[in-house]
């Protein structure tokens, strides 16, 4: 049973960085890709990034340029960079692939 977690959310002021991290077990991690999602309040879930098995990435233009997202494959863990961060960046932050999601991760964008 293929499991995420995240990790790495917190509190930080407009401008500052946070990198987020997921750990995912119970799969073979490095044939698959995987996404970023986030959720802010009473707003449906947005997909925010994408990252194939060879390290590409993708990102939805609110994040492009700001946010990078990597992985290791070694250690089955993904990370989300998020640099200049805004306050609409705030939500609850999800890993998912394989079917399967993490239970997320807040982060909270404020002055």
């Known amino acids: 049973q293929v499991q995420l977690a995240e990790s790495g959310g917190g509190q930080v002021q407009p401008g500052e960085s946070l990198k987020l991290s997921c750990v995912v077990s119970?799969?073979?991690?490095?044939?698959?890709?995987y996404h970023w999602y986030r959720q802010a309040p009473e707003k449906e879930r947005e997909f925010v990034a994408r990252?194939?098995?060879?390290?590409?990435?993708n990102y939805i233009p609110a994040v492009q340029g700001r946010f990078i997202a990597t992985r290791d494959n070694a250690k089955k863990t993904l990370y989300l960079q998020m640099n200049s961060l805004k306050s609409e960046d705030s939500g609850i932050y999800y890993c998912?692939?394989?079917?399967?999601w993490g239970p997320g991760t807040q982060v909270t964008v404020s002055s």
């Open positions: 990252i194939s098995p060879n390290g590409r990435a």
């Open positions: 119970g799969s073979s991690f490095s044939p698959n890709f």
């Open positions: 998912q692939g394989e079917n399967s």
